[in-house]
């Protein structure tokens, strides 16, 4: 008899995990429904972790393989059964389209919405109790799973709809468990649309995915912040009250472009995020995005979100939540004190108090000197995903040249790690702090460049050039990609002390473009084109340009220059049969460059738009960050011969 057989069989026995209910989830998402990563061997080392719960998913399209059959997969079974036998309390997603409904289209529809139902229903039976937290869709604002089947972002008033008629069903079925809602990955203004739309009534929890590692402020600080105001958010909808909160997905990626972390620099957010969130009695989890690396490309952001590498080898993320997960699992947060540049964070854990410094200034150390009235216990202290040492009391002040010790007293320094200390902390005080500079934001190198994909050469003026073909096309809607007849593009550039010259001709059978205004070109026929150019005193310079036929002239818009933009550009267009010449003349200033020289460099993107009448289905691409993402870590590099 099969596994997953044996594990429906005895789903009803086995009821939930055998250990006490943690009050707060420090997890991490797993990815074994995508068959990424041996389940057991994950799980060992979560388990080893003190990692309280993993998040992974069973989608409504491997259910029902065929229209009105369910099968639960194998896999499914597989990991629920590994990670009871390590006390692992698993969060399932129930996701993502089916093709026998609405050709896989978000469950809007009344036969689709039925089908959903069906689908959830089937799925928490079979796990018999042993699955406490379900969340209801991932990223249904975010099109998640969804835009590779050419379907755009979800609707508010769609996902509530759903809600309303799943939830109820769901609960008669497990009265017991926690059906989390939103998932949101947006931001707030579609979390508040859910809320307005009635979400709180037809759930148990709501979730929220809150990265920051792309933005101008990627610290825990500033997701902290943003939590508390989540929190008043949610208590503004719900009467005053508070609402369970699940973080269900943070992180900071290690790839080696600009918004990368270090290691080093993802260890600690990690520390200083599960730290903050535990003082929020509103949330309820957190799970760390993700266990796992995806895979060895190491300028992607998504092959490097892991704990672990892609062979199960630790990085120091690891060490730091295995510092802390069981402690703030089962531990208790009973007190807080703020002091100038820090925080210190009391607990009640399962081994006794423990205490949780955090250090927020930037460009110093913290020198926390703590009195004991009881002297004879002695004190450990933990740098977060270290070791923990054993301190005897008595502090001397060398480096002030003090020669007498003070038996009561201990100095602890904190660092950007927190620092744990625990033992006799009954009569333990802070006696005094000082600072100590440290400049860590003055470092150099902290801009961080990926390898490019591609790189094309801009000859000198006057001289021949190779043409640079577009290879890459990226289908958003409507039919596939033709081919060459369909659409292809080359270019070619050169340049001059001034300007740089850039010829893209495109080969487009359909030419289409519905917009009067060149700010929304973007949706028809066009070209986009992307610069950016790192200064030699530091930072850099990024400039967006959209050029297109409008009414049969020349259209150039400057969507974005951070150079000087007194320094205007050319551009000539020139559509004859199926082809379509743009020329441009960019300026070196307006780039943000003083001049363009021989052995100079810059990363850019060129894309062309593609609507052969019945809407923008998709574009072709030389280099990324301009029509998914605005992201100019993923462009290619033009390097001036």
């Not at 402020?217 to 902290?224: G, H, M, N, R, Y």
């Not at 210190?344 to 460009?363: C, K, Q, T």
């Not at 070209?527 to 002239?553: M, P, V, W, Y």
Request: hydrophobic share 35%; glycine share 10%.
């Amino acid at each position: 008899m099969k596994k997953h057989l044996l594990a429906a069989i005895f789903a009803p026995l086995l009821g939930i995990c055998g250990g006490a209910e943690p009050d707060f989830h420090a997890g991490v998402c797993t990815h074994f429904a995508q068959n990424k990563g041996d389940a057991a061997a994950n799980l060992d080392l979560v388990a080893q972790a003190g990692i309280t719960s993993i998040r992974d998913e069973v989608s409504w399209a491997m259910t029902e393989r065929k229209k009105g059959e369910l099968k639960v997969p194998g896999f499914f079974a597989d990991y629920l059964e590994e990670a009871a036998r390590r006390d692992i309390r698993p969060l399932v997603i129930l996701n993502y389209g089916n093709r026998f409904y609405d050709k896989g289209n978000y469950p809007v529809t009344p036969e689709s919405i039925e089908g959903y139902k069906r689908y959830c229903g089937e799925i928490v039976r079979f796990s018999g109790g042993r699955v406490r937290l379900f969340q209801l869709w991932n990223e249904w604002d975010g099109g998640c799973g969804m835009s590779s089947l050419g379907f755009g972002r979800g609707k508010a008033a769609g996902y509530v709809k759903m809600l309303k008629e799943v939830y109820p069903q769901l609960k008669k079925i497990a009265p017991e468990a926690t059906f989390i809602a939103g998932s949101v990955c947006t931001g707030e203004t579609f979390f508040e649309e859910l809320l307005k739309l009635g979400m709180l009534d037809f759930c148990d929890a709501v979730s929220f995915h809150a990265y920051n590692y792309n933005t101008g402020d990627s610290t825990a600080e500033a997701w902290f912040a943003r939590m508390q105001k989540l929190g008043a958010l949610i208590r503004r909808y719900n009467r005053g009250a508070d609402k369970p909160l699940y973080i269900t997905e943070i992180g900071w990626p290690n790839h080696t472009t600009e918004t990368g972390s270090t290691e080093w620099e993802s260890a600690v957010k990690l520390a200083r995020l599960y730290l903050y969130a535990r003082q929020l009695p509103f949330i309820k989890g957190v799970w760390y995005y993700d266990f796992q690396d995806d895979g060895w490309k190491h300028g992607h952001h998504e092959n490097n979100f892991g704990l672990v590498r892609p062979d199960l080898t630790p990085k120091t993320s690891y060490f730091a939540l295995k510092s802390l997960a069981r402690r703030l699992s089962f531990g208790k947060p009973t007190g807080s004190e703020e002091f100038d540049g820090g925080s210190l964070f009391r607990f009640e854990g399962e081994e006794g108090p423990f205490w949780a410094v955090v250090n927020r200034s930037e460009d110093h150390d913290l020198q926390l000197v703590f009195e004991s009235g009881d002297p004879s216990l002695p004190l450990t202290v933990e740098v977060v995903g270290s070791a923990p040492v054993t301190r005897p009391w008595g502090y001397r002040d060398w480096p002030n040249r003090e020669r007498n010790v003070n038996p009561n007293r201990i100095a602890v320094t904190v660092g950007e790690m927190p620092v744990l200390l625990s033992g006799n902390l009954d009569r333990v005080r802070i006696a005094a702090i000082r600072k100590h500079p440290f400049p860590r934001s003055s470092r150099p190198g902290k801009i961080r460049l990926q390898l490019p994909r591609s790189c094309a050469e801009a000859v000198p003026q006057g001289e021949k050039n190779v043409p640079t073909a577009f290879r890459d096309y990226r289908k958003l809607a409507g039919t596939a990609h033709g081919g060459a007849a369909d659409l292809a593009a080359t270019f070619e550039s050169s340049y001059d002390r001034e300007n740089l010259r850039l010829t893209v001709t495109v080969t487009d059978d359909v030419f289409h473009q519905p917009e009067s205004n060149i700010a929304n070109a973007w949706r028809g026929d066009g070209i986009q084109l992307a610069f950016r150019i790192f200064r030699k005193n530091g930072g850099s310079s990024r400039t967006e340009l959209d050029a297109a036929l409008i009414g049969g002239k020349a259209a150039l818009f400057l969507r974005e220059a951070q150079g000087d933009r007194s320094k205007t550009p050319e551009c000539a267009i020139e559509r004859q049969g199926n082809r379509t010449v743009y020329r441009f003349r960019i300026p070196a200033r307006l780039l943000g460059a003083e001049a363009f020289e021989p052995g100079g460099m810059l990363t850019c993107a060129f894309l062309v738009n593609d609507n052969d009448g019945a809407g923008r289905k998709g574009f072709l691409a030389w280099g990324d960050g301009i029509g998914i993402t605005k992201n100019p870590d993923r462009y290619n590099l033009l390097i001036f011969k």
